[in-house]
Nanobody, 124 residues
Framework: QVQLVESGGGLVQAGGSLRLSCAASGLTFSRYAMGWFRQAPGKEREFVTAISRSGANTYYADSVKGRFTISRDNAKNTVYLQMNSLKPEDTAVYYC?????????????????WGQGTQVTVSS
C-alpha cells in the first residue's frame, strides 16, 4: 500500500520559512517523479513544483520561483520543500504527489499517488 505522508506545516509570519517533508512508502521511490501542489480555501489545487526521479531536473510555478526549493533523498524515500520569504498568499494545504513518468509534469491528473496534505498558514 502506497503512502505519502507530509509533515512540517504550521503557522509562520510573512517573510519566514518552513520546510515541508513528504515520506513515501510502499513504492519504489526512485522510480517516481515527485511534485508539490497546494490548495487554498475556495480555490482549485495548483502546481507548485516538481522534481525528476534522480533529482536532476526541477520545475517551479512562477509564483514560487526563487523562494521555494524542492529536493529529494532517494535513500530516505523523502522529498522536501524548502519555503523561504513566505507570503500570506502562500497559505494553503500543501500536498505531495508521486508520478511514474520519466519527465516532470505539472498537471495534477497525471500523478498517481497523493498525500493527505499539511496546512501552511502565513500571517501578515
Amino acid at each position: 500500500q502506497v503512502q505519502l505522508v507530509e509533515s512540517g506545516g504550521g503557522l509562520v509570519q510573512a517573510g519566514g520559512s518552513l520546510r515541508l517533508s513528504c515520506a513515501a512508502s510502499g513504492l519504489t521511490f526512485s522510480r517516481y517523479a515527485m511534485g508539490w501542489f497546494r490548495q487554498a480555501p475556495g480555490k482549485e489545487r495548483e502546481f507548485v513544483t516538481a522534481i525528476s526521479r534522480s533529482g536532476a531536473n526541477t520545475y517551479y510555478a512562477d509564483s514560487v520561483k526563487g523562494r521555494f526549493t524542492i529536493s529529494r533523498d532517494n535513500a530516505k524515500n523523502t522529498v522536501y520543500l524548502q519555503m523561504n520569504s513566505l507570503k500570506p498568499e502562500d497559505t494553503a494545504v500543501y500536498y505531495c504527489a508521486a508520478d511514474q513518468a520519466l519527465i516532470v509534469r505539472v498537471a495534477s491528473n497525471e500523478y498517481d499517488y497523493w498525500g493527505q496534505g499539511t496546512q501552511v498558514t502565513v500571517s501578515s
